[in-house]
């Protein structure tokens, strides 16, 4: 089973296993917007306590089952919750996928920790390719996946729902780092 590391630490990020009691701070930056959560998979949270429940379930996953690995990204200067990065890992493959507040977008700090983490990911031996797709309309997100280190590989048609947007399945650029 993939074992990541429980916290890591990048120039001006500290990534940390996300307690239950987190939920609160990352409610507040990045999971009760709308406008964040626009190209996701999951609504903007109305309520604390679903976060609450998300985190408990992930933690169950370190703990146990390694299903899905999530780290809370802090500012190191402030401590300040910036977003959430998580993989998923299915044999030789892991997916990833982040997010962060509006108020930190634009300053490279999402790159710098996916950057961070494809590397560590694809530097595993038993891992082969280190994915993750956005929505076709978020070019920014393609864009840090490139500068992060993988590749553009093409356009899955109608792979994901965006519930924020609508029922509809959407259009996703893929990029993957492989060895
Ligand atoms: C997408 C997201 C992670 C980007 O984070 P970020 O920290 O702002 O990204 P960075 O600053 O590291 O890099 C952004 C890059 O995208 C570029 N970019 C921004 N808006 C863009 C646009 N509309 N079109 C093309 N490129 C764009 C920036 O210019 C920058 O590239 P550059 O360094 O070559 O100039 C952040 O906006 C976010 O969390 N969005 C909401 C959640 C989300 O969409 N997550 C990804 C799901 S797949």
């Known amino acids: 089973m993939l074992r990541p590391p429980e916290t890591f630490t990048t120039n001006r990020l500290t990534a940390q296993r996300p307690r239950v009691e987190d ?9 009760n917007d709308p406008e964040v959560t626009r190209y996701l998979s999951w ?3 109305d309520r604390v306590e679903p ?3 998300f985190f408990r379930a992930r933690q169950e996953d370190w703990e146990k089952t390694g299903l899905h690995f999530t780290w809370l990204l802090r500012l190191r200067e402030t401590q300040e919750v910036v ?10 493959k892991v997916t990833l996928g982040y997010v962060l507040g509006k108020k930190f977008w ?7 920790v996916l950057r961070h983490l494809v590397a560590w990911l694809i530097a595993q031996p038993e891992i082969f390719r ?8 978020n070019p920014a997100s393609a864009r840090v996946m490139e500068k ?5 590989e093409g356009i899955l048609r109608r792979w994901h729902v965006c519930p924020t ?15």
Do not use: H
């Open 23 to 31: 939920a609160a701070a990352a409610f507040a930056a990045y999971a």
């Open 165 to 179: 947007i609508g029922p509809s399945l959407r259009d996703c650029t893929v990029c993957a780092r492989v060895k």
């Open 106 to 112: 634009g300053r490279g700090l999402a790159t710098e």
């Open 51 to 53: 976060l609450a429940d």
């Open 148 to 152: 992060a280190g993988m590749t553009r």
């Open 83 to 92: 977003g959430l990065i998580g993989c998923i890992p299915d044999g030789g």
């Open 130 to 137: 280190v994915w993750a797709y956005c929505d076709v309309e």
């Open 43 to 45: 609504k903007a949270y």
